[in-house]
């Protein structure tokens, strides 16, 4: 019974933070505003950079391209029957052309270009209108080796490729790049906003890490992640991932779990060391959050030396990790220049670093795996670009000689590279959390 209770307790406190939620209304509008600004000023650089004057992109409703649902209007939460998009670049500094291959109309972004009165076969529509613009590369979402550019259903590929006249044929390419460019390339406008997801983010755990949610030797882990998931819901924010909270202690444990291994629920203690993984969805981008906590001991007012030094070196491994990003230099290339680095200064790291944006996991270059510190072909020999978001997620395995073991500081910070630095979205934890016993 006294679990229900403390369940509807921590339900009932709602966090009050610094930073205002916008209204559903108002959302939608902030999210037309951004995909206006996108299609306007970034699309074109990145058609034009990638060699594509053609992009064809389709959906059929609830089998949405990953790509062409961020492109989707703000009332518009999935594809209609069979929806197809062709965006068209005729050069020449002229606008794009916006054309939606649909039997609705997409709000003002995407021009009604198919009367089904006049021409019953939407298949037959969408190759005239290609036909009649004559592009030289007609970019379609079909990638071996990156999910979110393969959007293309075989079934529709089969289809489009029956319908396209034979001399075109050869002018199709996968649009992988671009795909990948689209996805992972932030506007100014979002830059405008992401910061205050982070920071949303970082108030939400700062408060689930505090004496308002944790009494010690009472509240569980598990009852940190259901008040996590019950904030998110009851301000209009989704999580894209189910959170967790984990535990490392003194004295003999199973703290060296595998990542592939959520934690078990424990009754948090004093003198624990909290970890919590925790991401939010708002305005379509995402965060990707962890941050440490440790609870006082009776009569502590400070953690114990080891684990602050502990969290410097955490610290440090970020530095060490940022200070690599390099315009053009590959995912994989950042990853063995940070391990040899930090090796050198006496480190034991994990780089596990990962692009974020429309996705959580996002389109872009991979910075290592935890379980592949050696690197990955083809996703981590993707270059950096610039305007791009990252999940600076990573550990480093330090001893602690208060507790007499070695234990891992697992830290993930979101944070922006703009082709000449990186800069945290809403800075990173220097300090733990502190929990009081007393």
Do not use: C
Request: net charge negative.
């Amino acid at each position: 019974m006294r679990s229900i209770l403390t369940s509807l307790l921590l339900f009932l406190s709602l966090p009050v933070l610094a930073t205002e939620i916008a209204s559903m209304k108002e959302r939608a509008q902030i999210v037309d505003n951004i995909l206006e600004q996108r299609f306007d000023n970034v699309l074109p650089h990145l058609m034009n950079r990638t060699g594509i004057d053609m992009w064809v992109i389709m959906s059929r409703e609830y089998n949405e391209d990953p790509v062409l649902k961020t492109m989707l209007p703000s009332t518009w939460l999935s594809a209609r029957r069979h929806t197809m998009l062709v965006i068209y670049n005729p050069g020449k500094n002229q606008p794009l052309e916006k054309l939606a291959v649909a039997r609705y109309a997409m709000g003002d972004t995407f021009e009604k270009a198919w009367d089904k009165d006049a021409q019953p076969d939407q298949w037959a529509a969408l190759a005239e209108i290609i036909k009649s613009r004559d592009p030289d590369r007609i970019g379609i979402n079909v990638s071996k080796s990156f999910a979110l550019a393969d959007g293309m259903s075989s079934t529709e590929k089969a289809q489009f490729m029956a319908a396209l006249p034979d001399k075109l044929h050869s002018r199709v390419v996968s649009a992988e790049k671009l795909a990948i460019a689209w996805l992972e390339t932030r506007s100014e406008l979002e830059m405008t906003y992401y910061p205050q997801l982070a920071e949303i983010g970082h108030q939400l755990i700062a408060k689930a890490f505090s004496n308002a949610v944790v009494t010690p030797g009472e509240t569980r882990t598990d009852d940190v992640v259901w008040w996590l998931r019950d904030q998110s819901k009851a301000m209009g924010l989704k999580n894209w991932f189910h959170p967790t909270v984990s535990i490392q202690r003194a004295g003999k444990g199973q703290d060296e779990r595998d990542f592939s291994q959520r934690p078990e629920e424990n009754v948090i203690r004093p003198g624990d060391l909290l970890h919590v993984d925790f991401g939010i969805t708002y305005l379509r981008l995402n965060t990707d959050q962890q941050q440490h906590a440790y609870v006082l001991r009776p009569g502590e007012t400070e953690p114990p030396a080891g684990l602050v030094k502990a969290l410097g070196v955490g610290n440090q491994l970020q530095n060490i990790l940022t200070d690599n990003f390099k315009l053009g230099r590959s995912g994989n290339e950042v990853l063995r220049k940070s391990r040899q680095q930090a090796v050198q200064a006496g480190i034991s790291p994990s780089i596990y670093t990962h692009p974020l944006g429309f996705h959580g996991h996002a389109a872009g270059p991979t910075i290592g795996m935890w379980d592949a510190q050696e690197g990955l072909p083809v996703v981590g020999d993707y270059p950096l670009y610039p305007n791009t978001a990252y999940s600076i997620e990573l550990n480093a395995t330090t001893y602690v000689p208060e507790w007499d073991k070695k234990i891992r500081i697992m830290l993930e910070e979101d944070a922006f590279f703009d082709g000449k630095q990186v800069r945290y979205l809403d800075g990173r934890q220097r300090k733990f959390h502190l929990i009081s016993s007393d």
